[in-house]
């Protein structure tokens, strides 16, 4: 009944369109945020999942924090208002201007997925005179024993460091 009745007010927007519900969202926010509280979790909303400016209000309010995969996230997750202290960079690829940027913002963590990565983090920090607050991905090699295309611990991965290189 109630899918009919939201169909028909529906019948005249132009497709393809982001029906979002609200109520639901609320929902799930309390439930996540009551539970991180009692364990003292800290919560990131992957921003690469959904970026609507009004979603983003909504999960700003509730206190969670940004996981960003790119220096374009970063910046989104600035302009809609979380504070940096609140946003961790992560993911392959990064650009130094993109590095530069969230170094300025003084975010909470550059995850640093290779050694050379750590290093440029470093290098660019110094040339600013500033100290980058880091995270480093390890690289457990472990086969998680799933899809082989999808695999990302093992030690022929491409991601994170090894334990080798981090004792180092």
Not at 84 to 109: F, H, M, N, T
């Amino acid at each position: 009944m109630l899918s009919r009745q939201v169909a028909a007010k529906l019948a005249d927007y132009e497709t393809p369109f982001y029906l979002y519900d609200v109520d639901l969202l609320h929902q799930t926010l309390d439930s996540l945020m009551s539970v991180a509280r009692r364990y003292d979790y800290k919560i990131h909303y992957a921003i690469k999942a959904n970026y609507d400016a009004r979603l983003l209000q909504i999960i700003r309010k509730y206190g969670v924090g940004i996981d960003c995969a790119s220096g374009n996230e970063v910046r989104c997750a600035i302009e809609a208002g979380f504070d940096p202290k609140s946003i961790v960079y992560a993911g392959v690829g990064k650009r130094d201007k993109e590095i530069r940027y969230a170094i300025e913002q003084e975010i909470l963590a550059i995850n640093c997925e290779s050694i050379e990565e750590l290093q440029v983090v470093n290098q660019i920090a110094c040339e600013m005179g500033k100290k980058a607050d880091i995270g480093l991905r390890v690289n457990p090699d472990i086969d998680p024993k799933t899809n082989r295309c999808i695999d990302t611990g093992q030690a022929d991965s491409k991601f994170g460091i090894s334990y080798e290189e981090i004792l180092e």
